[in-house]
């Protein structure tokens, strides 16, 4: 079985279908399929590269292994799983990835002699913490019922304004006006916090 060679080989025609390029190159190793395909395919294949982060010569190589699989491997597409353009995209995806775990070279940590620092708050930060806690909690309990149900359920409950509007069956606008008034009457309160 020889391999392909990279430059195009004349007379191929650009509008034939992928699938069936694919299929002469399973069936007869046929390098004028091959040929077509890189015309089609190449120039999409190192764009998609490119936008994966990959550098102008590594998505050449990528471009060039991808077509030298679509080789190799043409009689394992089958049509009745999906496109042409899927399989050959899929297999540059495969080769993408592989070269990043290939190119990650971090070195290899025993888990039991990493020292972990906590995450848990020292002295001082737990009082400020608390200092805060406390002064939004006075600054809430200043706001309207209404208000301080809101202001929960857009921040506690991390509820958009048409969730919080039909949670409490009332007009988004409503919603939209309980909370500008709580923010201008937080604000003061609270502005020194940020």
Not at 94 to 116: A, G, T
Not at 126 to 132: K, M, P, T, W
Not at 167 to 173: D, E, Q, T, Y
């Amino acid at each position: 079985m020889s391999e392909p060679t990279s430059g195009h080989l004349p007379g191929t025609d650009q509008s034939e279908d992928p699938r069936e390029l694919i299929e002469r190159i399973a069936q007869r190793r046929d390098k004028a399929a091959l040929a077509a395909l890189f015309s089609l395919y190449a120039p999409k294949i190192k764009s998609m590269m490119l936008k994966l982060g990959a550098s102008n010569a590594l998505a050449e190589d990528l471009v060039q292994e991808t077509l030298l699989t679509v080789w190799r491997k043409a009689e394992l597409y089958s049509p009745q799983r999906g496109a042409a353009s899927t399989w050959i995209f899929t297999i540059a995806r495969n080769l993408r990835i592989d070269q990043l775990r290939r190119q990650s070279n971090k070195p290899y940590e025993d888990l039991e002699k990493v020292e972990l620092v906590s995450d848990a708050p020292i002295g001082v930060s737990v009082v400020e913490q608390h200092q805060v806690v406390d002064r939004v909690g006075k600054a809430l309990a200043d706001l309207s019922e209404d208000q301080r149900e809101v202001v929960r359920l857009s921040f506690v409950q991390d509820m958009p304004h048409s969730e919080i509007s039909r949670a409490l069956g009332i007009p988004l606008g409503t919603v939209k006006s309980r909370l500008r008034l709580a923010y201008d009457r937080l604000r003061p309160l609270l502005e020194d916090l940020q």
